[in-house]
């Protein structure tokens, strides 16, 4: 087994140029740790996470909806894992989740729609982002385009680091691990 030239970073290597993440989003997960290797681009980061995570338009529950989704197509298993424990907390059911690796219906299904066909096709039709607009909102949409950027690039990191997931969220994991496995569901 070859190990990552990039393991998430201990507490007692953490770059001190960033020190003021370290007890922030990016101390609290691997995957801002494995990004800690380089820590201006961790720095410059940090605005852009706090708008795609925390301030965008889609809400709460469509961004998760669409990080599962990106996360599902860049098949890392990290983003899957964490942010199906995410959906969980928001109260998404194990049927919607599944339902997000197939063709939901809905807006849910016009989003995973428009993640698939931003992988596929490298943007979105005019008619569906006009779908899009009038269901969700034209900045949504924006929104939308730039959260699976920003994921991409993040599941490129996950993928060629081998990051893992996170201790927390694979003990979670053990309670359900069909759902936190990339692997197709049997009930999905």
Same mark, same amino acid.
């Given at each position: =087994?070859?190990?990552s030239?990039?393991?998430?970073?201990?507490?007692?290597?953490?770059? #001190?140029? /960033?020190?003021?993440? !370290?007890?922030?989003?990016?101390?609290?997960?691997?995957v &801002?740790?494995? =990004?800690?290797?380089?820590?201006?681009? +961790?720095?410059?980061? #940090?605005? +852009?996470?706090?708008?795609?995570?925390?301030?965008? %338009?889609?809400?709460?529950? @469509? %961004?998760?909806?669409?990080? @599962? !989704?990106?996360?599902?197509?860049?098949?890392?298993?990290?983003?899957?894992?964490?942010?199906?424990?995410?959906?969980?907390? @928001?109260?998404?059911?194990?049927? !919607?989740?599944?339902?997000?690796?197939?063709n939901?219906?809905?807006?849910?299904?016009?989003?995973?729609?428009?993640? *698939?066909?931003?992988? *596929? $096709?490298?943007?979105l039709?005019?008619e569906? $982002?006009a779908?899009?607009?009038?269901? /969700?909102? !034209?900045?949504?949409?924006?929104? @939308?385009?730039?959260?699976?950027?920003? &994921?991409?690039?993040?599941? &490129?990191? +996950?993928?060629? &680091?081998? %990051?893992?997931?996170?201790?927390?969220?694979?003990? $979670?994991?053990?309670?359900?691990?069909?759902?936190?496995?990339?692997?197709?569901?049997? %009930?999905?």
């Amino acid at each position: =087994m070859t190990l990552s030239p990039c393991p998430p970073i201990s507490n007692a290597d953490w770059p #001190a140029e /960033i020190a003021v993440h !370290r007890e922030g989003f990016a101390g609290a997960l691997n995957v &801002y740790r494995t =990004m800690a290797h380089h820590p201006a681009l +961790l720095e410059a980061w #940090a605005p +852009l996470r706090q708008h795609i995570v925390k301030k965008n %338009t889609l809400g709460p529950e @469509l %961004t998760e909806v669409v990080i @599962l !989704r990106a996360g599902l197509r860049m098949g890392a298993a990290y983003e899957w894992a964490h942010h199906v424990s995410r959906a969980l907390a @928001l109260g998404f059911s194990e049927h !919607r989740i599944n339902a997000i690796r197939g063709n939901p219906e809905g807006v849910d299904g016009l989003i995973v729609n428009a993640v *698939d066909a931003l992988f *596929d $096709e490298r943007r979105l039709t005019l008619e569906q $982002e006009a779908e899009l607009a009038e269901a /969700i909102g !034209r900045k949504a949409v924006i929104d @939308l385009i730039a959260m699976v950027g920003f &994921y991409s690039v993040l599941g &490129y990191l +996950l993928n060629t &680091y081998e %990051t893992p997931i996170d201790d927390n969220i694979q003990k $979670e994991a053990q309670t359900m691990p069909a759902l936190f496995s990339l692997a197709p569901s049997s %009930t999905g």
